[in-house]
């Protein structure tokens, strides 16, 4: 089971609030988040440039660069901002932030209790 947190996501003019999956086998050396279609729609992002990547195991996927957003994070009167790059997933259904967009947020991550906060 993944933890996921709200966050809301905006490109330009166009913002969306939805819940983020954590994940921090997703490892980049930058902060990214893997969007659906139907998200990156709602924020005005096309899908770009393809690009293939390889998962676990033989697994080789295929991701669209879709431009830079903002992804902020609030917990009480905490809240954190930071761009990432987008890239469209065509066949993922969930927001995933990376591992490196989850640290750049000061996200802390306790997976036994499915809690999480800032840093």
């Known amino acids: 089971m993944g933890l996921r947190i709200p966050v809301k996501l905006k490109h330009n003019d166009k913002e969306v609030e939805v819940n983020a999956l954590l994940n921090t086998g997703f490892e980049t050396d930058e902060p990214v988040v893997a969007l659906p279609l139907t998200i990156a729609s709602q924020l005005n992002l096309t899908p770009g440039e393809k690009r293939f990547y390889l998962g676990p195991g033989a697994l080789v996927g295929e991701v669209y660069l879709a431009g ?26 969930e927001i995933i932030l990376s591992d490196r967009a989850i640290a750049e947020l000061g996200i802390v991550v306790d997976l036994k209790h499915m809690k999480w906060w800032l840093v």
């Open 68 to 93: 830079e957003v903002t992804i902020t994070v609030k917990v009480g009167e905490s809240e954190r901002s930071i761009k990432a790059y987008a890239v469209i997933e065509p066949r993922e259904e």
